[in-house]
């Protein structure tokens, strides 16, 4: 099996937090694979460049402006998605934001809710409002966006709200993997290391200085590489994998892609 093969011919599939990043790189990569792809995001000018980079709604390809964490949007967006396909194979639940770093005492309530609401929240109202679709497809693939931080790593202090919505991912994954195996809907997390994505431009830090304890890595804190960050298009080809049906027995798994990031730095 090679990516490029069309190993997702005829395969439905909804990536969200699809304008850029680690979101667009998946859903062009299932595109030419063969599948046909919605994007869901919040700036609708980056959904339609990458719509366009995929051969538009021509080649069967659709955007939807909806936030994650929104409820009313999320409804309405999978009630668009029903009216145009019977079933859904694929689900990457990718949407997600830094949010704002900083100590504890100094971190507000409304900060928290934000991270916590696009995060954690933003994946449960996806899965939950793709089931019905999900079921319908007598088979079918969810791959949650998490992360090495509140998993593996937790020495990026003040990235307390970040961490908690990365770490519930990994159980939200494991509780719904066991509740679906019955409806064929299998449910696997990815958890990146360091990736060359744009979300650090929208990260706030805030009084982080002297909050850390002091640390020395060696040269380099991502080992397999000397430091080089991995790319977006990797973790791609791992979210096609857990997509295709090579992967047909592997659900409720956590999978690291960080080239031993966490192991040096945790």
């Known amino acids: 099996m090679r990516i490029g093969d ?24 299932l595109a030419y694979c063969g599948a046909k792809v919605a994007l869901l995001g919040l700036e609708m ?52 934001i830094n949010g704002v770093w900083a100590p504890l005492d100094e971190l507000k309530v409304e900060e928290w809710d934000h991270t916590i609401a696009t995060n954690l929240r933003g994946t449960f109202l996806s899965l939950k409002f793709a089931l019905p679709l999900l079921k319908a497809a007598h088979g079918a693939s969810v791959t949650v966006v998490s992360s090495i931080n509140g998993n593996r790593v937790f020495s990026n202090t003040g990235a307390t709200a970040y961490a908690c ?28 290391g360091a990736i060359e994505t744009k979300i650090d431009e929208s990260t706030e830090r805030r009084d982080l200085s002297g909050l850390h304890l002091p640390v020395e890595f060696p040269e380099g804190d991502v080992p397999l590489t000397g430091g080089t960050p991995g790319t977006s298009g990797q973790v791609a080809q791992l979210i096609w994998f857990l997509s295709c049906d090579a992967a047909n027995h592997i659900t409720g798994t956590e999978v690291y892609i960080e080239g031993g990031q ?3 730095q945790g």
């Open 6 to 29: 069309k190993t997702l011919e005829g395969k439905t599939a909804l990536v969200t937090g699809a304008g850029s990043g680690i979101g667009k790189a998946t859903a062009k990569l």
């Open 165 to 192: 919505s990365k770490a519930a991912q990994v159980a939200f994954t494991k509780m719904t993997a066991l509740e679906l195996a019955k409806d064929k809907v299998r449910v696997n997390v990815v958890c990146p």
């Open 262 to 264: 966490s192991l040096l």
């Open 45 to 96: 000018d980056r959904l339609e460049n990458v719509l366009g980079e995929m051969g538009g709604e021509e080649a069967g390809h659709f955007f939807i402006s909806a936030d994650v964490g929104v409820e009313g949007e999320m409804i309405a967006a999978f009630k668009d998605v029903a009216e145009r396909w019977d079933h859904l194979n694929i689900l990457v639940a990718n949407a997600g």
